[in-house]
């Protein structure tokens, strides 16, 4: 199975800032991955697929890069309803696999 | 609208069965891989497994390793709704379950349900 690892797990910022969410894979998934948000108590929501096609409604400062092995998902600018928890999954082999995360915190 | 509406959640008792619902609206159901995530409490996601369309997949499934031969995806598209049967059910299986539609062509998952929690307990 893929191993997907998020980088950080916790991430403080403030509203304003420009933060960038790695994702590094156990081995070689061209671009095939997807990015998520999750609010609590919320489903998740699709950013990001292909590694760097916005989903439809998205807001334009989420954009994600990279290919292979190493991903990025970066919000330009963060604003209040940014604070979330995110998720990477893969879309190259079954199993899919889920990265275990990151939990961006107001500072 | 795009719903999409899980149901059959509830407690069960470890190695007992239960059978969650999924269905769709306002998109082309059909035309859709349907996957099944799941979040035990305070966890991060986890892929269950997924069914593919009739037309471009045949109905074929995939699984976790941590459910095969025990969970079965399957779907009737006449009602749009998928299913997933749980058979066998362990501790371990308690999470919030979502179902969700492929909006890329490569089963990721742009539409979600708003979750079905199950819980396993004696």
């Known amino acids: 199975d893929i191993q997907l690892t998020q980088s950080p797990s916790f991430l403080s910022a403030s509203v304003g800032d420009r933060v960038t969410i790695t994702c590094r894979a156990s081995?070689?998934?061209?671009?095939?991955l997807a990015w998520y948000q999750q609010k609590p108590g919320k489903a998740p929501k699709l950013l990001i697929y292909?590694?760097?096609s916005l989903q439809s409604g998205v807001p334009s400062r989420f954009s994600g890069s990279g290919s292979g092995t190493e991903f990025t998902l970066t919000v330009s600018s963060l604003q209040p309803e940014d604070f979330a928890t995110y998720y990477c999954q893969q879309l190259n082999s079954y199993p899919r696999t889920f990265g275990q995360g990151t939990k961006l915190e107001i500072k | 609208e795009v719903q999409l509406v899980e149901s059959g959640g509830g407690l069960v008792q470890p190695g007992r069965s239960l059978r969650l619902s999924c269905t769709g609206s306002?998109?082309?159901?059909?035309?859709?891989?349907v996957t099944w995530v799941r979040q035990a409490p305070g966890k991060g996601l986890e892929w269950v497994g997924l069914?593919?369309?009739?037309?471009?997949?045949?109905?074929?499934?995939e699984y976790a390793a941590s459910v095969k031969g025990r969970f079965t995806i399957s779907r009737d598209d006449s009602k749009s709704t998928a299913y997933l049967q749980m058979n066998s059910l362990k501790t371990e299986d308690a999470a919030i379950y979502y179902c969700t539609a492929d909006t890329c062509g490569a089963d990721c998952s742009g539409f979600w349900g708003q979750g079905t929690l199950v819980t396993v307990s004696s």
């Open positions: 306002g998109f082309g159901f059909t035309d859709r891989a």
């Open positions: 292909a590694a760097s």
């Open positions: 081995q070689g998934i061209s671009s095939y």
């Open positions: 069914i593919r369309n009739k037309r471009s997949g045949g109905e074929t499934t």
